[in-house]
Nanobody
Framework: QVQLVESGGGLVQAGGSLRLSCAAS????????MGWFRQAPGKEREFVAA????????YYPDSVKGRFTISRDNAKNTVYLQMNSLKPEDTAVYYC???????????????????WGQGTQVTVSS
């Protein structure tokens, strides 16, 4: 049974940092793309970052480029999202996802992912 479990969310002041973790289990993810999405109340789920589990290119939208970094630790089977220079508009529930996605651009599309975590709340105060 595949499980993605996010952790690391919380309350932080604007300009601060948080690191989210996504512990993956239940299968080998070497052929998968791993993504982070977020969803604020009343808004659609928004793409935040993606990478291939095997390494290589990463992909970010302009809204977080230069502030957020996705990475993974193979030994721990964990994907991370380092978030720096946080802004109040970054407030949302953050989700980790995994899917067999060949195109890096396609990793921006939620419906391409097969597995999702339960989400972790990030709140940035002004």
């Amino acid at each position: 049974q595949v499980q993605l479990v996010e952790s690391g969310g919380g309350l932080v002041q604007a300009g601060g940092s948080l690191r989210l973790s996504c512990a993956a289990s239940g299968r080998t993810f070497s052929g998968y793309a791993m993504g982070w999405f977020r969803q604020a109340p009343g808004k659609e789920r928004e793409f935040v970052a993606a990478m291939r589990w095997s390494g290589g290119s990463t992909y970010y939208p302009d809204s977080v480029k230069g502030r957020f970094t996705i990475s993974r630790d193979n030994a721990k089977n964990t994907v991370y999202l380092q978030m720096n220079s946080l802004k109040p508009e970054d407030t949302a529930v953050y989700y980790c996802a995994a899917g067999i996605i060949t195109s890096l651009i396609a990793t921006t599309l939620p419906y391409k992912y097969n597995y999702w975590g339960q989400g972790t709340q990030v709140t940035v105060s002004s």
